[in-house]
């Protein structure tokens, strides 16, 4: 529901991105939850606890829940918390993003400023379209991405599941990207990647 209190879980770095797009988009955010109370709180939310000491009963009041936390590896364990209590999160998706009416998408993710999706795209769970990025038509986006700013994925790029897309990095139409990838900024990608890999470079070559 739209007037339900918001909490925001992880606050610091890009949770101040995803706090400003929620309250651009009204959402009624009020609290947030980290591992300590922070001094620089841009956006004035309440601090409610660290959410590995919170409670079952906590995670089941009125509230609708967002995530902050940019790292992937962070994200994707806090995550298995929050499932673990059974909580729903939330997409935040800026009101500047271009988004096609044709886009699948799952829970938890933040769609940044300026981001371009799509016709026929379809993105998992608890993924983040940075600022300025493009995915082009068709594009499959596994669960817990990260496309950083200005990326570009042209038609047809398959991403597996945790990877990382670093800023301005460009995907070639139709190439296939594995799990667990690390993609450097401003690498240009021209074959398909296998899992667990680090590519960096134009072209892409792997480290």
């Known amino acids: 529901m739209l007037n339900r209190e918001v ?3 992880g ?7 995803v706090a400003d797009a929620a309250i651009t988009s009204n959402m009624n955010l009020r609290y947030y939850t980290d591992k300590k109370q922070i001094t620089k709180n841009p956006f004035d939310l309440a601090y409610l606890g660290f959410e590995d000491d919170l ?16 790292d992937n590896l962070i994200r994707r364990k806090t995550v298995d918390l929050l ?7 939330l997409n935040v998706i800026h009101p500047s993003a ?12 933040f769609i940044s400023r300026n981001v371009s999706v799509n016709t026929l795209v379809e993105i998992g769970d608890i993924c983040i ?10 594009c499959i986006i596994g669960n817990g991405v990260h496309i950083a700013p200005g990326a570009v994925l042209a038609g047809n790029v398959f991403i597996g599941d945790n990877t990382f897309v670093g800023a301005n990095s460009v995907i070639k139409q139709g190439v296939r990207i594995g799990a667990n990838v690390i993609i450097g900024a401003g690498s240009v990608i021209l074959n ?12 892409g070559r792997e480290l």
Do not use: M
Not at 56 to 69: P, Q, S, V
């Open 7 to 9: 909490v925001l879980v």
């Open 11 to 17: 606050y610091s770095g890009h949770g101040f991105v």
């Open 55 to 70: 409670d079952f009963a906590f995670w089941n009041k009125e509230y609708d829940y967002i995530l902050g936390i940019g």
């Open 83 to 89: 499932i673990s209590k059974g909580v729903d999160l």
């Open 98 to 109: 271009s988004i096609s009416t044709k886009v699948q998408f799952g829970n938890g993710n």
């Open 129 to 138: 379209l940075n600022t300025g990025c493009i995915i082009e038509h068709e």
């Open 192 to 203: 398909n990647i296998a899992d667990n890999r680090k590519i960096v470079g134009n072209p």
